[in-house]
């Protein structure tokens, strides 16, 4: 590959790269970042720690959609989403929000982790309502806290496991649910789950509350049809959907409606996630400089 080449080829690794980060991160994603990683001072999290691996990985992007989809099946939960949250109209700055905190408590400063926490308890405990059924709700409750966050960590777990640059194993990811568990308890969660055995048999007692509200099936509709994105990038957004979908538990896309691909098409979905999560990989990762010019 010649100097041209490689040039072109950085320049797309940036280009790219910028858009992803900017959708995702939004116009002060950069600041952000700086001020995350930079600050000094103890953190929550050590390197090395699983929430680190997980949460820096481009399997995020499956498993946050997945997530999404499995906890709009609470449906207090996603009364209060629907009511209060304006996904529909600013599902961008939510999704930047979303993985701001996420960066924060994971890589931030135990200052600025804290922060963000009581940020976001400030905002749960202004978000009450009643639902079309006349069923009361309140963002606080920590039993719907607990719901969102086995939904959320669950669904991250899967999309690692499965899509990965670096799977941790068995006791790996016990100790990923560990992690989280500490950012659970800080907003609001009673004994959240602290490895993948209690986890799963958390979701098996949430099951009996869970229903596809006309909301839920809204929301559903949103996320995997009607996403607010160029033409351009709604190819590659199918594949992702499509594989969030494959990786949520049967009872759950049977509930909403969904049917994930079968046989040969499965796997197909599957390596289509695989080329997906290298490319947003690739793009994502600052590429190394260029060498030294020789010397004269």
């Known amino acids: 590959m010649d100097e041209s080449q490689r040039g072109g080829r950085r320049y797309l690794r940036e280009r790219v790269g910028a858009t992803l980060f900017s959708r995702v991160a939004g116009p002060s994603g950069p600041a952000n970042r700086a001020r995350i990683h930079t600050t000094p001072g103890p953190r929550w999290f050590g390197p090395g720690r699983p929430i680190r691996t997980v949460h820096g990985d481009a399997s995020m992007f499956i498993g946050g959609l997945s997530a999404l989809l499995l906890q709009s099946l609470h449906p207090l939960a996603m009364a209060a989403v629907a009511a ?61 806290l607990g719901w969102v966050h086995a939904a959320e960590v669950d669904s991250f777990l899967r999309a690692h496991e499965r899509f990965g640059a670096h799977p941790l ?30 986890l799963t048999a958390l979701l098996g007692r949430y099951r009996p509350e869970l229903e596809a509200t006309p909301e839920a099936l809204d929301a559903a509709r949103f996320l995997l049809r009607e996403p607010p994105l160029p033409r351009a990038a709604r190819p590659p957004y199918a594949l992702l959907a499509a594989n969030a979908v494959a990786l949520l538990p049967p009872w759950a896309s049977g509930l909403l409606g969904l049917r994930p691909a079968t046989g040969p098409a499965a796997a197909c979905v599957r390596l289509s996630g695989h080329a997906l999560t290298r490319s947003i990989r690739w793009a994502l990762t600052p590429p190394p400089p260029p060498p030294p010019a020789p010397a004269p």
């Open 84 to 144: 209060h949250s304006g996904f529909r109209g600013d599902p961008w700055g939510r999704l930047q929000r979303t993985s701001t905190f996420l960066a924060v408590t994971t890589y931030g400063t135990a200052r600025d982790a804290q922060l963000a926490v009581d940020r976001v308890r400030a905002v749960h405990a202004s978000v009450r309502g009643t639902t079309a059924a006349g069923r009361e709700y309140h963002a606080a409750d920590p039993h719907l």
């Open 169 to 198: 194993g068995p006791a790996g990811y016990d100790a990923y649910v560990a992690d989280t568990a500490r950012v659970a308890t800080a907003l609001g969660v009673v004994d959240p789950p602290r490895d993948r055995a209690a």
